[in-house]
């Protein structure tokens, strides 16, 4: 997979592409990530990537002839190419108006075999960008960063971890929290002792036993991998209902987790 970054601000991925799992997966060549100076598409002797926007207002606007020029450069597809039902290849516009990134965003990704990210800044990006190059806009959060590069170092991640090969335990990426790809027993709730199902995370404890006068929960000391499955499951509900109760609309919950809820929430009135 190859990743294309389209930024003014090229020096910033030193940081993020260097450590951990996205260092690892380009250094095997899981991966690969291009990172392109939008300044080196310019023309002028100030090599300038902005301007002011028509009609006023406050702020600079990128300007849209070096994001197409690099484009152009990197031979990225026609969006037609783009937007067919086999296409490998997507260009995305980061931006606070996008659609959020979720983690089926970031499976959808990990299937294509190339990605460009375009870093918006300033006040924004000049709408041609939009309609006449990305194939959408993506944002990370509601909130407002200054500028894309964030972002794009936050997909990065985020996809790459997703290769096959790029973590050391296969299965542990269909185990995390938000993982539409957990697998699922015949009753309907993932099977394994560590499977999230959609939910976020349960709790995790390593050695010693006790510390602080906090003791590791008794079940997860016996070797019943089904009695851990449940407590698991039922901590992975608990910690969703409080911290993210709009995801337990995404998940189907057996007879037994609704009744789980139920109790919760009777516990919280009293």
């Known amino acids: 997979m190859k990743f294309e970054i389209l930024t003014i601000f090229p020096d910033f991925f030193r940081g993020p592409l260097d450590y951990g799992i996205v260092r690892r997966a380009r250094e095997t ?156 027993a015949e009753e309907g709730v993932p099977s394994s002792t560590c499977a999230s199902g959609g939910l976020l995370d349960y709790p995790h404890y390593t050695r010693p036993a006790e510390f602080a006068g906090m003791p590791v929960p008794e079940v997860l000391l016996q070797g019943n991998h089904e009695e851990i499955r449940r407590w698991r499951r039922r901590k992975a509900l608990e910690k969703t209902r409080r911290f993210r109760p709009d995801l337990l609309r995404q998940v189907a919950l057996t007879e037994e987790e609704q009744d789980w809820l139920a109790a919760m929430a009777r516990d919280t009135l009293k």
């Open 29 to 184: 060549g899981l991966m690969d990530v291009g990172v392109h100076d939008l300044r080196a598409f310019t023309h002028d002797r100030h090599r300038t990537v902005d301007d002011r926007p028509f009609g006023g207002g406050e702020g600079m606007v990128l300007k849209p002839e070096p994001i197409f020029a690099c484009a152009e450069e990197l031979q990225i597809a026609s969006r037609e190419a783009r937007l067919a039902p086999d296409a490998k290849e997507t260009v995305i516009l980061l931006s606070a108006q996008g659609a959020l990134f979720t983690q089926e965003v970031a499976e959808r990704l990990a299937r294509l075999d190339r990605v460009a990210l375009i870093c918006g800044r300033y006040e924004g990006v000049d709408e041609r960008v939009a309609e006449g190059l990305a194939d959408r806009e993506v944002s990370v959060g509601d909130f407002v960063l200054s500028g894309g590069e964030l972002a794009a170092a936050i997909i990065v991640d985020a996809v790459t971890r997703l290769l096959p090969g790029a973590l050391g335990n296969e299965a542990s990426a269909h185990h995390e929290s938000f993982s539409a790809r957990a697998a699922l």
